[in-house]
């Protein structure tokens, strides 16, 4: 299986043999299940469908309840669909676990980031302000500033940075070493930081 469905437990630090401390991020990894095996002859492609953390059968839809019941298994929360695998390696209902990246030194970790609303220049971008912030000064402390021309060209660019919705967005971190796996407690512990908050769901590739 070339990957896994997750979510972000929070952070932490490890220790190394040299006693170089490094900065972690804690992932549960699984268990998921195989919920739909997708081929060439049927869908006109190939790729596997896991499933991912228990919810209540009543807040399910009742398409997706007969979908789950084919594989046996409970009403999952997450849905994520994997190719480039072996199909005759799994099956309807089969448990895939983070054993998968026990041969893994490097892995791709996609989520969604923290929302944070409608922002400002300052916030959003990391604009300075412009004025003065003294002689009580107050009016134009985060201001953006000047946005565009005059008569020339008598428009605003597209693209410009200004306040808007900030964060919510899909961001995907590229080639975090795994540290430690956990297969007890279905544990990943990968270098640096991956985006979300705390409890937020990831994919997590080989």
């Known amino acids: 299986m070339p990957g896994l469905i ?25 268990p998921c299940v195989v919920t739909q095996i997708k081929t060439e002859e049927q869908d006109g492609y190939n790729s596997v469908q896991i499933a991912f953390d228990d919810k209540k059968e009543k807040n399910t839809t009742k398409p997706l309840i007969g979908h789950f019941k084919k594989a046996k298994t409970n009403p999952k929360r997450r849905l994520a669909e994997f190719k480039n695998f072996k199909s005759e390696d ?61 008569s020339d060209p008598s428009r605003v660019f597209k693209g410009l940075k200004m306040a808007g919705q900030t964060g919510g967005k899909k961001v995907k971190m590229l080639n975090l070493q795994v540290i430690k796996i956990d297969a007890e407690n279905n544990l990943l512990l990968v270098k640096g930081c991956v985006p979300g908050a705390k409890g937020s769901y990831l994919i997590i590739n080989d």
């Open 90 to 150: 799994y099956n309807l209902g089969d448990q895939v676990t983070v054993d998968i990246f026990e041969n893994s030194k490097f892995v791709d970790v996609s989520g969604y980031t923290k929302g944070k609303g409608y922002q400002g220049v300052v916030k959003r971008h990391g604009f300075s302000g412009v004025g003065e912030q003294t002689h009580g000064q107050k009016d134009q402390e985060r201001a953006p500033g000047s946005v565009g021309g005059a």
């Open 6 to 30: 997750g979510k972000k437990v929070g952070m932490t630090s490890v220790f190394t043999d040299e006693g170089k401390q490094l900065p972690c991020t804690v992932i549960e990894g699984g």
